[in-house]
């Protein structure tokens, strides 16, 4: 029996292969085995892929955009290995087994398969065991709970509606299988590019290995080298990046789970207009469809809905609507009767429609995988688009149905190629933001759409934001979604977000006022709440949690030059908007921490440090060099813990020394009105530091025309001087005005400012609360600079320059 057994062990060991031959291509290597064909391919200087396959193909066409590249490399066959040498990588693939080993420059490890296990099969299942280095961390992994580093957890990705789930639920819905390893100094990053449910262990369980594996289909995976920052440039650069999403998009939405009829959505949008607080978007949730049916409307709710739309719009405001994938199984329904005869619906194997029960009953679902199907749903999409709506978000897209138990039998077409449920699930939300994307980008001429998704897969950012599902109003998940969000832009998604307050259940007053603040530092912003729970817009708490909401929805707008030049980053390089400290501070082992695996940068500059709900005391960590409290310029030095008091007003916020923030001091109703007057915020520093400020139509596409506004802006403090260079692009910036803040700076250096006169003053980012009582400082917190340096100019387009 032993002796069986550990034949058994063997053939499984082997089963990664036994070398055979090996061909040198213009790309890389590929090499035969007993069983399987490698192909080793390079796709630029620092990414390289791992293609295991058998004679048949079984591979994704979605995710990845680019081909490999001619690079220059050689090729050393030893007796026992091949050794690919690159300028900036090189792979060793001992043998027998065959067994992967990826190493830098300097001859050290990044990343290397186990001996005795390496790459294994059992069934349809392949395993990937990789050797766990010296203290290694692992980041990433998407839409995933748990902490920032998941060495020690399990995670598997299979696309799953979750309502109201645990902080430590898994699955979730949307899988991107791509992390990044961290140890001794270096990192790696590593894609699977594979559409079958997948299995990560990041040492969970064990001490010997992680590993990957697929439940079917082929082992094909890409490896990253380089800093965090730079994996994941070359993940996104492999998987595509986000196109600029249209300004309004990323001021503040409010949804709520429903409003209706008609009148109760004007009459919200109304009550932001006469409290001035600013916002772009209303959001409406399944209850404007006529029974739940998507491209409909409820006829006694919503008689005019093109009317509605207009008026909204002369208020200031976009609409975004709720679209489900369901399409209800209707006689005299259009999507129904047309879906039938251009046969755009999902099928079982003997050719008959799968039907799911889901919010309008019984439905077929499109097949978003098949290219007719994408070109019937922009065709359906016009009855929005017709009438101005320009936002959609999908829901629904796991796809989720009540049961839960998706057939894994039904067939998807897959450009032709045909898959079944077990390989196309994960990749159906996906899809339908790509046909959502592209159908509302044909027919709204020109117009950038909004994309939102809750499903997804890897690539999912070439047409859409994300938002983490149904989330909880408590403590918890407001923090947890801060892990989220930062995880995503570590996975290649830059536009992503909860809903602020809570979906489910009823947060308390502080909650709320917590929740807002961090949410005026995500990419996506948007409150929501869920039906039969107490009212949860800005002003539904009581006066003082209003008075703090305007505060911060009001400098989310200041801030747009800011957020704006973050996201044309994410769209040019896949830097994310908000960036977990591991990106800039990688072997800082105090970010990893539980007390501080929350804070982040939103943008270059500015580090937010999340607290509960309840917390009056926070502690806070600020990473190495020197820094600004965000609202008072109290300046602190860096690499150090503090303690330090907040109250409910005062989200803890930094600034690096040096940075240069733009602002939009003027900006009032929404991302149309921001004035005319441009701040730049300068604060003192040694470093030498950069920025741009950009501006477009917000709304097209002409900016890929040129037409645009953009200046390169550089603060030099050892030469005392601040270049604001010529601006380029053919787009007539809205700015008549500059003004120059400065943070930090000395009066005596400043009495040698030599372009006109330059005052002390008193700067806030955020109005005084209500009834503050200076004798009360236990209360209330002072949100100001007493010590600004101010000056104002005509803005040109010629280069300005300024030395004191």
């Known amino acids: 029996m032993l002796d069986i057994a550990k034949s058994e062990r063997n053939k499984r060991i082997s089963e990664g292969g036994v070398f055979k031959s090996y061909l040198t291509t213009e790309y890389g290597v590929e090499i035969e085995t007993e069983s399987f064909q490698y192909k080793i391919s390079f796709y630029n200087e620092h990414t390289i892929r791992v293609h295991q396959t058998s004679h048949s193909q079984d591979c994704n066409p979605y995710s990845v955009v680019q081909s490999p590249k001619k690079i220059n490399f050689q090729v050393e066959d030893n007796e026992n290995s091949l050794v690919i040498t690159s300028e900036s990588l090189d792979v060793v693939i001992d043998k027998s087994p065959i067994l992967f080993t990826f190493l830098n420059k300097d001859g050290k490890i990044l990343n290397q398969d186990e001996p005795g296990l390496g790459i294994q099969t059992q069934g349809e299942q392949k395993t990937i065991y990789k050797k766990l280095q010296l203290n290694e961390r692992f980041v990433g992994l998407g839409e995933k709970t748990g902490p920032l580093d998941r060495s020690g957890k399990g995670y598997q990705n299979w696309n799953t509606d979750h309502f109201a789930y645990d902080i430590e639920a898994d699955p979730l819905y949307a899988s991107i299988p791509f992390y990044i390893g961290?140890?001794?100094?270096?990192?790696?990053?590593?894609?699977?590019?594979?559409s079958y449910k997948s299995h990560f262990n990041f040492g969970a369980s064990n001490n010997r290995f992680s590993s990957f594996s697929v439940d079917s289909g082929d082992m094909d995976y890409y490896f990253f080298n380089g800093s965090v920052s730079e994996i994941i440039q070359s993940y996104t650069w492999l998987t595509g990046r986000m196109s600029l999403p249209p300004m309004w998009s990323i001021g503040y939405q409010q949804c709520r789970y429903s409003y209706y009829p008609d009148t109760e959505v004007l009459d919200v949008a109304k009550k932001f207009r006469d409290k001035d607080i600013p916002a772009d978007v209303i959001v409406l949730d399944i209850h404007y469809m006529d029974e739940y049916k998507i491209f409909s409307w409820d006829k006694e709710r919503f008689p005019n809905p093109d009317q509605m739309v207009d008026l909204l719009k002369e208020m200031g405001f976009e609409v975004v609507v709720i679209c489900d994938p369901g399409i209800k199984t209707e006689g005299k329904y259009l999507p129904y009767d047309s879906g039938k005869k251009e046969d755009v619906f999902l099928k079982y194997p003997d050719g008959k429609y799968y039907e799911g029960e889901v919010w309008p009953g019984w439905c077929h679902f499109p097949d978003f995988t098949k290219e007719e199907t994408r070109s019937w749903w922009k065709d359906m999409m016009k009855s929005y688009t017709d009438i101005g709506i320009k936002g959609f978000w999908n829901d629904m897209n796991e796809i989720a149905t009540w049961g839960q138990m998706l057939p894994e039998n039904i067939e998807f077409d897959f450009e032709g190629e045909g898959a079944t449920t077990r390989k196309g699930r994960n990749i159906y939300g996906m899809q339908m933001a790509r046909s959502a994307y592209e159908g509302a980008s044909q027919n709204l001429d020109g117009k950038r759409p909004f994309i939102l998704t809750r499903a997804g897969f890897a690539g999912v950012q070439r047409y859409s934001a994300l938002w983490t599902g149904d989330n909880v109003a408590n403590d918890e998940h407001m923090l947890l979604g801060v892990r989220m969000v930062n995880s995503l832009g570590l996975s290649g998604v830059p536009f992503s977000g909860y809903d602020v307050g809570g979906f489910a259940g009823n947060g308390q007053s502080n909650l709320f006022a917590r929740w807002i603040q961090i949410g005026a530092f995500s990419p996506f912003f948007r409150g929501h709440s869920m039906i039969n729970s107490h009212d949860s817009e800005p002003w539904s708490y009581g006066e003082e949690v209003e008075e703090i909401s305007k505060?911060?929805?009001?400098?989310?707008?200041?801030?747009?030059?800011?957020i704006y030049h973050a996201f044309v980053q994410a769209s040019e390089s896949g830097t994310p908007v908000t960036r977990s400290l591991c990106i800039d501070y990688t072997p800082d082992d105090k970010i990893y921490a539980a007390d501080f695996e929350n804070q982040y940068l939103f943008g270059d500059n500015i580090l937010v440090a999340p607290l509960a709900s309840d917390q009056r005391y926070g502690k806070v960590y600020l990473p190495e060099g020197e820094w600004y409290e965000f609202f008072t310029d109290e300046q602190l030095a860096g690499g150090q813990e503090m303690i330090r008091e907040?109250?409910?007003?005062?989200?803890?916020?930094?600034?690096?020394?040096?940075?240069?923030?733009?602002?939009?001091?003027?900006?009032?109703q929404n991302s149309k009105n921001v004035g005319e007057c441009l701040e730049l915020h300068f604060y003192a520093g040694t470093d030498h530091s950069s920025t741009e400020y950009y501006e477009d139509d917000g709304v097209s596409y002409e900016s890929s025309n040129g037409i645009f506004h953009r200046r390169l802006i550089e603060f030099a403090p050892s030469q005392k001087e601040i270049k604001i260079k010529e601006a380029s692009g053919n787009y007539n910036s809205k700015i008549k005005k500059l003004k120059l803040v400065l943070h930090g700076f000395d009066q005596n250096e400043l009495n040698n400012w030599k372009h006109g006169s330059i005052e002390r003053k008193c700067y806030s980012y955020v109005q005084p609360i209500s009834n503050f009582d200076p004798f009360e400082k236990d209360h209330r917190d002072n949100l100001k600079s007493e010590n600004v340096f101010s000056t104002e100019i005509a803005y040109t387009n010629e280069e300005m320059v300024f030395n004191w």
């Open 551 to 562: 505060n911060y929805i009001r400098l989310r707008y200041k801030l747009l030059p800011y």
């Open 182 to 194: 961290i140890h001794n100094g270096l990192s790696y990053g590593v894609f699977v590019d594979n």
């Open 646 to 668: 907040y109250a409910l007003e005062h989200l803890p916020l930094f600034i690096k020394a040096s940075s240069i923030i733009p602002v939009y001091g003027d900006a009032t």
